[in-house]
């Protein structure tokens, strides 16, 4: 088994940015929590962060090329916006997780919009950086 696990602009600022909203955990201690989870799950994760929109839609082909099982995708603020990422999405039809560390759906009104969730077998929002792991353990349960 093996799954992509993709994160968009400003996630690799976690830690840093806006604390109230994202926490204190940065963005390399969610990748090791990741590994770790995925190496007790025994399922190979490939990790990718990009701050342009062109290149999260590189990864999510690359998903695609290299026979992932899966996709986790936290798009960031291209969530809200980007036709282009939901396409690439749909084009690999993979199972696929949004997962977003706030609760998104208590926020501005322009966070409300979501386009990547048209391709997302599930979504998780408000659970921190624990939402990742969660997502995992989404796609492991659906292959089996
Ligand atoms: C986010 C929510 C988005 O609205 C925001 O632009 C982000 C992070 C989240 O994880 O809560 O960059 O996706």
Redesign the pocket.
């Known amino acids: 088994m093996k799954l992509y696990i993709l994160n ?4 690799n600022m976690l830690g840093i940015r806006e604390p109230d ?2 926490g204190t955990t940065t963005y390399e201690d969610l990748c090791e929590m990741i590994r770790e989870h995925c190496e007790d799950l025994v399922v190979e994760c490939v990790l990718r962060q990009t701050n342009h929109e062109g290149e999260l839609v590189d990864y999510i082909q690359e998903a695609y090329f290299e026979d992932a099982d899966g996709i986790v995708i ?4 291209y ?2 916006t980007s036709i282009a990422i939901l396409d690439a999405a749909k084009a690999t039809r993979l199972p696929l997780v949004e ?4 609760k ?1 759906e208590e ?1 501005e009104a322009y ?1 409300q919009v979501s386009y990547i969730r048209e391709a997302a077998i599930a979504t998780i ?1 408000g659970k921190g950086t624990a939402g990742y792991l969660e997502a995992i353990d989404l796609l492991c349960v659906k292959k089996r």
């Open positions: 968009g602009p400003n996630l909203h994202y936290n798009p960031g603020a969530t809200h997962v977003h560390i706030s998104v926020r966070r929002t």
